[in-house]
């Protein structure tokens, strides 16, 4: 069953449900590796967005978004935004990920001046180029001052 029929608008899910939906470690991997660097914690929403509808899973740093998590069956999608400020440091981490991910960063144009990356996270390489990706976002917290 399709994750937005499952929960719908008026059946929000918890963290662990939808990690059970997901089945995959590398949810979890992500979210804790999140809230521990970010000392951050996940927001629950619901969107009626057309491309990927139903609850997902906000992470916010400092008011600026970091990511949005949306699960799937056996793997999530992580969209992260990699914006002006961001895309030097972006293109040069690029370099070291995955075909994949190069791929995807070179044909996902641009919007409002930002690159809107639908990361589908299927294997533990991905997980790291994503997680190096979401740092150009915000200082981890344990790097701060």
């Known amino acids: 069953m399709k994750w937005h029929q499952l929960y719908d608008a008026g059946r929000e899910p918890d963290m662990k449900q939808i990690g059970e939906y997901v089945g995959s470690g590398l949810w979890e991997e992500l979210c804790v590796h999140l809230e521990e660097e970010y000392k951050t914690s996940p927001k629950v929403e619901y969107s009626g967005c057309s491309m990927q509808p139903g609850w997902n899973v906000k992470y916010k740093k400092g008011g600026r978004a970091l990511c949005t998590l949306y699960p799937a069956e056996g ?54 180029d994503t997680i190096n990706l979401i740092g150009t976002r915000a200082p981890k917290k344990s790097a701060a001052k």
């Open 75 to 128: 793997y999530f999608t992580c969209m992260v935004s990699i914006g002006n400020r961001e895309a030097a440091e972006a293109e040069l981490l690029l370099t070291a990920c995955t075909p994949y991910v190069k791929d995807l960063y070179e044909r996902t144009g641009g919007y409002n001046g930002s690159r809107w990356l639908m990361i589908d996270v299927t294997e533990p390489e991905i997980l790291d």
